[in-house]
T-cell receptor, first 113, second 115 residues
Framework: NAGVTQTPKFQVLKTGQSMTLQCAQD?????MYWYRQDPGMGLRLIYYSASEGTTDKGEVPNGYNVSRLNKREFSLRLESAAPSQTSVYFC????????????FGPGTRLTVL | AQKITQTQPGMFVQEKEAVTLDCTYD???????LFWYKQPSSGEMIFLIY??????QNATEGRYSLNFQKARKSANLVISASQLGDSAMYFCAMREGQGAQKLVFGQGTRLTINP
């Protein structure tokens, strides 16, 4: 089992460019999440998907869109990147409706110039 | 108001000593969950331990235990017999509400284990 995988690991964008971060899990989990972590900070939730076909906003959704493609995959799209979106992005998944554990991917380090 | 407060930005401990990392939380929901994560310098987030608000016993996972004091709204992580590999950032997080999906994280405590 690979657990939660994310691609790419690193990315540099210019202001205004777009990109999609990919996430997949092979643990048959129902819920998936996207977080960002800024230097010296804890994680902040961007979007989550409690089940296939549903998505909801988290704490900091502005500037992002998500797609829950199927039960395994949850992508995060930046339509027009801004320097304020420079961060490390983590995808996570959890098994059930009530979160009692959450497993993270290795992260994507994104720099927007 | 901060939902999760970790007051120790950094801690230094001798190897083999026990460590307590502080976490206080703020919620009015009777149903909530508390989590601890470890983030080594390599950057990944590792889930350590979970405590539900209705759990009668303190959660334990190997060398990790959660000292849950509901009246004080405190959920401290205790690491017994610390090892050099325990050096990392540690984050406390909370889920409010049964069936809720959102976790709110504290700002973390950097733990350094000295040989």
């Amino acid at each position: 089992n690979a657990g939660v995988t994310q691609t790419p690991k690193f990315q540099v964008l210019k202001t205004g460019q777009s990109m999609t971060l990919q996430c997949a899990q092979d643990m048959n989990h129902n819920s998936m999440y996207w977080y960002r972590q800024d230097p010296g900070m804890g994680l902040r939730l961007i979007y989550y998907s409690a089940s296939e076909g549903t998505t909801d906003k988290g704490e900091v959704p502005n500037g992002y869109n998500v797609s829950r493609l199927n039960k395994r995959e949850f992508s995060l799209r930046l339509e027009s990147a801004a320097p304020s979106q420079t961060s490390v992005y983590f995808c996570a998944s959890s098994p059930g409706l009530t979160v009692t554990s959450q497993f993270f991917g290795p992260g994507t380090r994104l720099t927007v110039l | 108001a901060q939902k999760i407060t970790q007051t120790q930005p950094g801690m230094f401990v001798q190897e083999k000593e026990a460590v307590t990392l502080d976490c206080t939380y703020d919620t009015s929901d009777p149903s909530y969950g508390l989590f601890w994560y470890k983030q080594p310098s390599s950057g990944e987030m590792i889930f350590l331990i979970y405590q539900g608000s209705y759990d009668q016993q303190n959660a334990t996972e190997g060398r990790y235990s959660l000292n849950f004091q509901k009246a004080r709204k405190s959920a401290n992580l205790v690491i017994s017999a610390s090892q050099l590999g325990d050096s990392a950032m540690y984050f406390c997080a909370m889920r409010e509400g049964q069936g809720a999906q959102k976790l709110v994280f504290g700002q973390g405590t950097r733990l350094t284990i000295n040989p």
